[in-house]
């Protein structure tokens, strides 16, 4: 009997203008995304490859050790290549390091790529978008007037006259509903795909395919819970007019409302650091001509030799104690953003369209986590660039080995090849299924709410328009 | 005709689809202005206290490499209403000697790049998407939901024009929205007035007045549109389903994807072009004052040693003094040539970026939702080209900036970087008598001559003549703000698209109906 209501709602589904229009405008949706990503990933591209030269030329710069130490280099995360199904901040969050071995210098975050700061923050393109905003909004336009249109029509009197229960009834009609919007979804991003793929962007992979399986159940979970509140909602309400109402409005409130207050709140919450390059530039300056007042000052090399560097051994030690300090301020303010936008996250949770999109994030490895990847395996690499000239320095008997201060270290040629290079490491499985967990279990957890609210609210249902 | 717009404003205001709006509309309009009047008086204390600071660092300045000429605005009051392109903060432009800045930046620019993915909200987005679609859910059925009903029908069976009845739609239908618009407006602007820290000045009030005004004309252009659609149709459902299709494409639909769109077919070059361009200045010019000390050589150590603070220099002997002067004069030339090319190179790097943000403004002429929105931001002074305007008259102070300092002879005369007085006892009298090996900083003499420059620093502090005589700098007088005539100047075409979809709209309705079977 349920099949019979689920058959019945499918035929109806296909004939309807609604979801005629809504397959068309959901397309266009994804259709738009293939374009818009097919360009941008081809530019992209051959931005990376260009930064990826000029880093390069960094490293080869680098004849002696002593040049070597004193080269600042710039270390980049390459694109996650599944941006057009969540950009997840690629555009903005700072991919790339300024690394310096030198002592007294800090590491700092900066952009990996381009970046247009005269355009408005925006919502990308990208599928997790699509899915937020036009198929949370499909399925309320699908499942506005399901229990209210039968009512008003008075079938629903009739359905319910067969020996069919009312979860039945739900069901079979979420179900096609579900089918429905789930098959137009596939459709759409199989579409975007081929796009992508016919452009030759994108490789079709095993990490793609992952992707998007994490990707699609996640949507389907989310429409899920967007068609059942839709359902419950036009059963309580009176007319299909007020259900309408009712159900955008609450839709503007979760999807569009919530995100939005994100910013403000986490701000209030946790001060920006402001432009603190110049307290940093204060401070190194205060620091350095303290050194210079207590004669604490480098000499001519030779001048030096004679007392076996004694002064420039206390230089050195200071310079490590600026060095040290100047880094911890930057982690500081790193951590205190961090902190800032886990914030705005922890807001943005409260509407379902994000409980979804950071469920997929995180299965995906991308947003705020590869960042943290990144930014962690960015200040090792500091470490291990220092490691290894270190080693190099050791081996010659000339140096005087003052550690990292460049003028008084090894002078020998040295096989600019041989510097480690920086490569980020992926997330491992298990991590990105623990950062999975709390999103996903509140989108689960609302979906499951979602469905109780809307059997409770047909079970209490009249069956004929007053 | 008065009965009828009676009529349709009863039905309308009585239904409760209007009522839950209402509320829903009123609560979150005035959520977003009081988020935005917090915002406001946070970057309005970040704004003193970032120019604060900047006039305390330049008025312990006694060189002139230590004045920072930076320029700082305070934030616009209507951007609590609208926050466009510049934001509820205050705006900065940031420039030196070395760079000629592009463009103003807004001072919360300065918070973490993690926060630029999160989008905000203001009261002018509530009426762009929330309202509009109150506008449409009005309008779908009040023609073909007559029909149906069969209330049409008897309507027209009394003696009364059908041009009557669509005015009197159209005016009871734009009439009932203003209610919650207004309140939602006033509600705001309450809230606004309650905050000590928002001061409305000039033609702020008149301002407002239009933005009631432009939002009023932006709901009527919905509601006409809808009511078109109303007319065109048979059905109820049908015009439903193309009013809320219509409404999610060319609102979110179009919001989301117009940023993306505009970047397409754009040549964004890399920044690495750019930034490989600057490197290249750089070493051009370290290169020119290689060549330039390898002509004039400077003189030995000892003339040249003194106490440097803060990129300041005191106590040079004269002979030091005056190569340091002559080299500086020389590096200074070089570094203003640089900064010029080093702009030159930075536009044309970020030309095609500017041109995409541009795009998206002049493109939102496209969609009614994104019409209005853009013309909110010019009303409020928030748009990007008002951002560009306050950059180009930096530009320009920047300019007025040197000549003055050439003028005095700022860059000739060492006062760029001292600020001995002529008379000044030098560190190191006689260098003549002083060995290299006296010169290392932890021999007792030049440990002695530190401790004498440590005593001569105290006393500096009091000596008047060391202070720079700031009297006559010119202060940034530009006229960042746009007037009324100049902010409508850039708002025409958006308002002439406007006014005329609202009188197509209304146009294709009337004739439409004069012929409408109301079976």
């Known amino acids: 009997m349920m099949t019979a209501v689920l058959l019945h709602q499918l035929r109806d589904n296909l004939r309807s203008l609604r979801f005629q229009t809504s397959l068309i405008v959901l397309l266009m949706f994804f259709v738009g995304n293939g374009i818009i990503y097919a360009h941008k990933m081809d530019r992209v591209a051959q931005e990376a490859e260009l930064a990826t030269h000029s880093d390069e030329s960094r490293y080869e710069g680098a004849e002696t050790l002593r040049q070597a130490v004193s080269a600042n280099y710039k270390i980049r995360a390459p694109e996650a290549g599944i941006e057009f199904i969540l950009e997840a901040g690629s555009d903005w969050f700072p991919y790339g390091m300024n690394v310096s071995p030198e002592s007294g210098r800090f590491t700092n975050l900066s952009h990996a790529r381009t970046v247009n700061y005269w355009m408005r923050t925006f919502e990308v393109m990208d599928w997790g978008v699509i899915v937020r905003y036009v198929l949370s909004f499909l399925c309320i336009v699908l499942s506005y007037n399901a229990i209210s249109g039968e009512r008003e029509g008075g079938t629903l009197r009739l359905v319910l006259a067969n020996p069919l229960s009312r979860g039945q009834f739900l069901m079979g009609k979420f179900l096609a509903h579900l089918l429905t919007l789930s098959v137009t979804l596939m459709l759409g991003s199989l579409i975007s795909l081929a796009i992508l793929a016919l452009s030759g962007v994108l490789e079709l992979n095993g990490m793609v395919a992952r992707s998007y399986l994490f990707f699609f159940v996640g949507a389907v979970f989310y429409a899920a819970l967007f068609l059942l509140l839709g359902m419950g909602i036009s059963a309580v309400a009176r007319t299909s007019a007020t259900s309408l109402v009712v159900l955008i409005m609450t839709w503007t409130a979760l999807i569009v409302v919530i995100p939005q207050t994100s910013y403000l709140i986490a701000i209030r919450v946790v001060e920006p650091a402001g432009f603190y390059f110049d307290q940093l530039e204060d401070f190194e300056n205060q620091f350095r001509e303290t050194m210079v007042a207590e004669g604490i000052a480098p000499r001519q090399p030779e001048l030096a030799r004679v007392d076996a560097y004694a002064l420039e051994h206390r230089y050195a030690a200071k310079l490590n104690e600026l060095d040290g300090e100047l880094n911890q301020r930057v982690r500081a303010i790193e951590q205190n953003n961090l902190r800032q936008f886990s914030i705005a996250r922890g807001v943005n949770l409260l509407s379902p369209g994000f409980a979804f999109q950071y469920t997929v994030e995180a299965l995906l490895g991308t947003g705020i986590h590869r960042f943290r990847t990144f930014r962690d395996q960015a200040n090792q690499y500091r470490s291990a660039l220092r490691e290894f000239l270190r080693a190099r320095d050791g081996a010659d008997p000339d140096s005087p080995h003052l550690f990292f201060v460049p003028d008084f270290m090894s002078d020998k040629p040295l096989d600019s090849s041989l510097i480690p290079r920086f490569h980020l490491q992926p997330i491992p499985l298990g991590e990105r299924l623990a950062a999975a967990v709390v999103p996903l279990s509140i989108l689960l957890l609302e979906t499951v709410l979602a469905f109780f609210f809307a059997m409770h609210a047909l079970n209490r249902s009249e069956l004929a328009a007053p | ?519």
């Open chain 2, 1 to 519: 005709m008065w009965i009828l717009i009676r009529k349709e404003l009863l039905e309308n205001l009585l239904t409760l689809r209007l009522g839950v709006a209402l509320v829903f509309c009123v609560i979150l309009a005035v959520m977003a202005t009081l988020i935005g009047s917090l915002d406001y008086s946070n970057n309005l204390d970040s704004y003193a206290a970032e120019s604060g600071n900047l006039n305390d660092r330049n008025s312990q300045a006694t060189t002139y490499n230590r004045i920072d000429p930076t320029i700082m605005v305070p934030p616009m009051p209507l951007s609590v209403l609208s926050r466009g392109n510049v934001s509820t903060s205050g705006q900065g432009v940031f420039f030196g000697l070395d760079y000629v800045p592009i463009t103003a930046w807004s001072l919360s620019d300065s918070v973490s790049r993690l926060m630029k993915v999160l989008v905000q909200i203001d009261f002018s987005t509530v009426v762009a998407l929330l309202l509009s679609f109150l506008a449409v859910v009005l309008g779908f059925d009040s023609i073909c939901g007559e029909r149906q009903r069969g209330t049409l029908k008897e309507m027209l069976s009394n003696p009364v024009p059908r041009g009557h009845v669509v005015l009197a739609k159209l005016v009871g239908g734009v009439i009932s929205l203003c209610v919650p618009f207004t309140l939602s407006f006033v509600l705001s602007l309450l809230i606004m007035l309650a905050n000590p820290d928002i001061q409305l000045e000039g033609d702020d009030w008149l301002r407002l007045a239009i933005l009631f005004g432009l939002s009023c004309l932006f709901l009527a252009q919905i509601f006409s549109l809808s009511l078109m659609v109303s007319a065109l149709t048979r059905d109820a459902s049908t015009a439903l389903t193309i009013c809320l299709f219509g409404w999610l494409v060319a609102g979110i639909g179009y919001v989301s994807f117009l940023p993306s769109m505009s970047r397409y077919g754009v040549d964004e070059p890399s920044a690495e072009i750019w930034l490989d361009h600057i490197r290249d200045l750089r070493e051009e010019r370290e290169q020119h004052m290689e060549e330039w000390e390898s002509t004039h050589p400077p003189p030995p150590p000892a003339y040249l040693q003194s106490l440097e603070r803060k990129s300041r220099v005191r106590y040079a002997h004269p002979v030091g003094f005056d190569w340091q002067r002559r080299r500086t004069e020389e590096e200074l030339n070089k570094r203003l040539e640089i900064a010029d090319r080093g702009y030159d190179y930075q536009w044309e790097n970020w030309k095609p970026l500017n041109s995409e943000a541009h795009l998206v403004d002049s493109w939102a002429i496209l969609s009614p939702v994104t019409n209005y929105q853009v013309l909110t931001y010019q009303l409020a002074r928030t748009s990007l080209s008002d951002r560009m305007r306050f950059g180009q008259l930096g530009r320009d102070y920047r300019r007025t900036w040197i000549e003055y300092m050439r003028d005095k002879g700022v860059f000739s005369n060492g006062r760029w970087f001292s600020d001995d007085p002529a008379d000044q006892e030098p560190m190191i009298p006689d260098p003549e008598a002083v060995t290299e090996a006296m010169l290392s900083p932890d021999s007792p003499f030049m440990q002695a001559r530190m401790a004498w420059a440590e005593a001569q620093e105290l006393q500096a502090a009091e000596d008047g003549r060391r202070q720079l005589d700031l009297t006559n700098m010119p202060k940034f007088g530009g006229r960042w703000k746009r007037t009324l005539g100049e902010s409508f100047e850039i708002m025409m075409p958006g308002l002439l698209v406007l006014i005329l979809i609202f009188g197509l709209s209304a146009l294709v309705t009337l004739f439409r109906f004069d012929t409408y079977d109301p079976q």
